[in-house]
């Protein structure tokens, strides 16, 4: 138990009641960010004053009742929450403190990176609601892992349960990993940007699917799930169809799914397979590709861009199937996390039958 009649940790405490009523009248204005900024700085507070060393476990339990005494309308000072303060002040500044720790030598554009790297990464956090960083900091082992999903929660508008979906999912390590010609079909701004809003694998785990299903099953289960697959696609996606059809020397063709990126100004063509990928869907993609170039793209528009998602693929193959084509396509895999038997159905009751047990209920 801390010894009240300290005098060091009194006038903390009065400082403290100082600064969270500031934050209070900032909070009337900005309501988030202003309480975000007040649980760093009091999160900075708790770790540079060293109280929980000098006086043990009771510090926060005695904290937690002082502030709660000095601001009964404040629901954010329990004593599980005042340690979540410590740990988010202690967690995004890591990187210092652990490059500090080992000694390492950096030049001054090492240092300048990455004080820019903390000065953006510090006025993004302020912007993320408090449940968002708990999330953040509880499943991300690193400051710079979370500050990759705050970027793009704020990009996204995510919810905490679609944060923690992402941040399952391993988004991180999925983000501009798909197999492309870009590089080759594409000016270099536009190349990387278009590669960092793909990801390889894309995760499926949204839909239900028996095991011998095909293609059209999962394309029809993948619109069913509009929103859901338009969250797993990433920010800026548009749906524009499915088996939209283009006609060319009299003849007519279906693309199985068509986007258009509203941030990138482009169609996004995509093409499902759900077994390997073989060199010859990329020929029969990029002919895709430029119909929709040549028919439905305007002066307003950017190249557009083929996406092949399957089920798997050999990374040598297709690197070898994209080499000499002249639109940008890329290739990606997808996983299911949810495969039902195929006599599944067989085990529901029909509708006749519910109607039936609750008749005899009545």
């Known amino acids: 138990m801390l010894e009240k009649s300290n005098e060091q940790y009194i006038s903390w405490i009065l400082d403290l009641k100082q600064k969270i009523q500031q934050s209070q009248i900032k909070a009337a204005i ?38 709660r005494i000095e601001f009964p309308e404040i629901k954010g000072f329990s004593e599980s929450n005042l340690k979540y303060c410590k740990r988010f002040y202690l967690f995004y500044n890591q990187e210092n403190t652990n490059r500090h720790q080992v000694g390492d030598e950096f030049t001054n554009e090492d240092n300048q990176n990455r004080q820019q790297f903390v000065d953006e990464l510090i006025n993004n956090i302020f912007l993320v609601p408090w449940g968002h960083h708990v999330t953040l900091m509880t499943k991300c082992s690193t400051s710079k892992e979370a500050y990759f999903y705050i970027k793009k929660k704020i990009e996204n508008g995510w919810s905490r349960a679609v944060l923690l979906n992402m941040i399952s999912g391993k988004l991180i390590e999925s983000q501009g990993k798909t197999i ?14 278009i590669r960092e809003t793909l990801k390889d ?15 059209k099953e999962l394309e029809n289960a993948l619109t069913e799930n509009i929103s859901k697959f338009l969250i797993e696609l990433g920010s800026g996606f548009a749906f524009v169809g499915k088996q939209v059809e283009i006609s060319v020397g009299n003849q007519s063709f279906f693309i199985d799914l068509l986007f258009y990126h509203i941030k990138l100004k482009r169609y ?38 083929g996406m092949i998602i399957c089920k798997d693929k050999n990374e040598i193959i297709a690197e070898y199937s994209l080499t000499d084509l002249h639109k940008p396509l890329g290739i990606s895999s997808y996983e299911l996390k949810k495969i039902l038997p195929e006599n599944f159905k067989s085990h529901l009751p029909s509708i006749e039958e519910v109607e039936n047990e609750l008749k005899k209920l009545q």
């Open 30 to 67: 900005q309501v988030n960010s202003a309480l975000i900024e007040m649980y760093w700085d009091l999160g900075k507070e708790i770790s540079e004053r060293n109280f929980e060393n000098t006086y043990g476990s009771g510090f926060f339990s005695q904290l937690s009742k002082d502030l």
């Open 180 to 193: 492309n010609n870009f590089s080759k079909t594409l000016p270099e701004y536009e190349s990387e940007l």
């Open 201 to 215: 694998p894309y995760i499926f785990d949204f839909i239900n699917i028996t095991e011998t299903y095909k293609e």
């Open 268 to 305: 996004i063509v995509i093409e499902l397979k759900t077994g390997h990928f073989e060199p010859e869907f990329a020929g029969k993609f990029n002919f895709y590709v430029t119909a929709v170039d040549k028919q439905m793209r305007d002066e307003n528009d950017n190249a557009t861009v």
